[in-house]
């Protein structure tokens, strides 16, 4: 599924070496950009993040409106030439990577029409992700590839148990309305739903909390199931991993007169027919 | 112990027809029927959720009122015809999913009684486990059995584990409330057990905490207990998860001319040499 | 080390009698006893409860004392009766069950001199965990034992786990002292480490927070760390209970020519000399 | 990369002496030594923290503050001691034990200037680590040596872990900084994102919470994301200890007599047959 993006090898050469550059990291070149765009992305978004603090913005508040800019001008700069280097630029618009991209600079327009919305710029964040690749990350990637296969391997478990928790959690809101009749802070179903969330996950702010016997009780058979339960989880994600990490690997071989396949890695016939390998 | 509650084959045609639509999801209509009662549900669910919003029931309370009384007899509909189709009415009716389906019906009635007991509608969530069926399941009902077989496999391992912690809370509740001296919300030996399980399970409301030196390092000593034990429910259902999965893979059968050992549990070949096994 | 305490055979007939029916559950007469006691326990238990309520003590008060002093003067008799009808009395008398007894009469003489520690009778709790036999526990004390020797076995990993976890949190705790200068709650050293403890646990009472901006900043670091050890403790009770459940277990036979053990379950000859078991 | 700090074999005898009491525990003289140091540090870790209490403070302040000195003396002179005893007085002083060792004291002379840093005396604590070996701590040693492994092997997939929870809590933090409009206590991003910390690792403090139907919304699913991704360090740390404690336990030969398989790693002989293998 996933479409190249890659310009073809008769692109004109200028698009294919300033690919490289901007999307990949292998060359001299390619690694000054990337390292470059970290700092950037970094500092981009340490700006937002200090035009956030009331007592910073009311000094130096235009000053750091002018920076954003520049950030901001600089990122769509860099998107634009993604765009025009691409093979696909449509493609690319629309991958994961491309969205984020392109979602790095749009609040600080959405922000002419509705202020708040600048300080939604932080999503930049996510871009360094992209840019992980700087670092000496053989590792990290594999590790990386690691853990999002064990939790690919358990979504359908993970989706069970969360389904089982909302319904749960739901009930239980309910019922503490009921017990607590509105008071105390349960002052709707809503409301009583994330108490129950904040409850279950073992969060507990206490902004909510039960006041009559009942609910204490009630809240007691809660807070122990929640304990109990994040064995669920845990235990789905740890015996994928420990799956993963003993399963004995196959040889991807197709026998030609089968087409049995998972044979062992050592196996020189084929386990189903006979045949030579 | 399951009692079959499907009509035997010398039924009226239309009875074994209308069990196919209402109890079943293999046919197109049993999928049409379960798809429509999927979104009744939430809806009704979503209805009495809004009702218990304040600011919502003032303006619309009674038109949600009707509604809601629309569901309920829609239900209560649907329940009478589930009691007709089946083989053994009140084998159906004492099933868990009868009862799911009585209790969605009765807070309503209740309600002319007692009006708080309106809420408990919300139990309907319930059903929507009964409508699980109509997204693509096999997964599901696979995983689900999975999560359900491993936690009933070490039921009694977690009995135990929560009968020790139970005892744990009751004695450090108890303490604590002579140490704190019925104060700081330690008002009584119930209220500092239901202290020691916000504590225990780590939720930590803040609703009551010790304000004493000695309450104060015996929380501490809670605690740290309660995060160590943590690991042992975990422990147990991982376990249980782990040893599950793996199950033996190999043939343990030698080939007779090789000696060759592990073949697939399928292998009607030995992998090193081509003979018949 | 477990010193024998039941009467030796040629005790008095009525000693190895009373004997089986106060300590042992084999013998209607036996269970019988036990049950009665399991249920006086809880009376008993509930009554401290119920007294300790302010509400029910001004009511009933000199009632639920009477009860109290009634199920006291019952287990100092059946303290009594377990001291005659043993073999050793001091060895009973200095057993972990037989120091649980004791201390189930003792606060309420206590309380003659301080009267709050009557509520320390509360830890006939205890006792309870005694008739757990009383149950059809074949099955409960198999999976409690599998518990404790898990958690036996990774007592010397625990204890290094907790000492890193002790110091960080005298270190951290001073730390946020210094930080916070005294201020926000942090008021001693002491008090410091008791939120260290309680953030790391991620109990998190919100009795105590930081304020300022770098007392925030280290809090969520030590957050985010009490939020990844917890894999710590988790992992090693898991790896030991998996370990457990797949260890082969050997032979314990001691081969009678080279004194070697850890035989496979079905072996017939020695692994090492090939001497016949 | 250790360099060696025993003074060489051709290095004065007061030298080497000295060196095996100060810096080992093998000889009856180096364990006296340890065990003075142990209860040393102990005493004067517990003046640090009594210093730290004001009621404390205000009665003994200046006997304390005499007792500080002499400790700080004390380890002063021990840290001399120890640079002229090593072979290379700079290799000790910059490993890490050195460099604890010396910020035991130099907080002592920071006070002179700044007060508050007195306080910091506390990293003494670090100091019980090294004497730990004055236990019988065979175990301890290869325990923690276990778990240290174990998280050595897991760095980066727990690196790749943090980073995402990383850029999860700066986008949520930002997020929730919109939704509330500033108010409630999302008075700045950072200050958001110390409550998302706060929130996803399940402490809960409730100092900040959100207040708007749409901010407890977004609160709930992080709440219930940070009680799935427990699930990950978990899943991590759990499969590396269990990995590194299953080693293959059966020898792959065959028994030329009976074909018996699965003998022990070290048998010589059939443990079904007793032939020589």
């Known amino acids: 599924m996933v479409r190249e993006i890659r310009p073809s090898d008769n692109a004109p050469r200028w698009k ?22 970290f700092w950037t992305i970094l500092l981009s978004v340490l700006v937002v993040m200090l035009e956030s603090v009331q007592t910073i913005n009311q000094q130096y508040g235009p000053y750091l409106r002018v920076v954003e800019w520049f950030f ?72 990386g590839e690691f853990i999002v296969t064990a939790l690919h391997a358990s979504r359908f478990k993970i989706m069970v148990f969360l389904s089982a928790v909302l319904t749960l959690v739901v009930v239980v809101g309910a019922l503490m309305y009921v017990v607590e009749g509105g008071q105390n802070g349960f002052t709707s179903i809503p409301k009583s739903i994330y108490w129950a969330v904040v409850t279950i ?13 009942l609910g204490q009780g009630l809240a007691s058979v809660l807070m122990i199931l929640g304990y109990a339960i994040i064995a669920v989880p845990t235990g789905i994600v740890t015996a994928q991993m420990a799956a993963s990490r003993s399963t004995p690997t196959y040889k991807q071989v197709i026998c030609h007169v089968c087409q049995a396949t998972d044979h062992r890695p050592d196996a020189e016939f084929c386990w189903r027919c006979g045949e030579k390998l």
Chains 1, 2, 3, 4 share one sequence.
Request: hydrophobic share 55%.
């Open 16 to 37: 294919r070496a300033a690919y490289s550059v901007i999307f990949e990291a292998d060359t001299p070149a390619g690694r000054r950009f990337d390292i470059a765009l």
């Open 72 to 143: 901001t001008a600089l990122f769509a700069l860099e998107y634009l030439a993604r765009l025009v280097v691409v093979r696909r630029p449509l493609a690319y618009a629309l991958s994961p990577l491309g969205i984020v991209d392109f979602l790095s600079i749009v609040p600080a327009l959405a922000a002419l029409v509705l202020s708040g919305s600048r300080y939604l710029l932080i999503i930049r964040t996510l871009r360094l992700l992209r840019v992980f690749r700087i670092f000496k990350l053989g590792h990290f990637v594999g590790e």
């Open 201 to 213: 996950t073992t969060v507990g702010y206490g902004d909510i909390s039960p006041h009559t016997v």
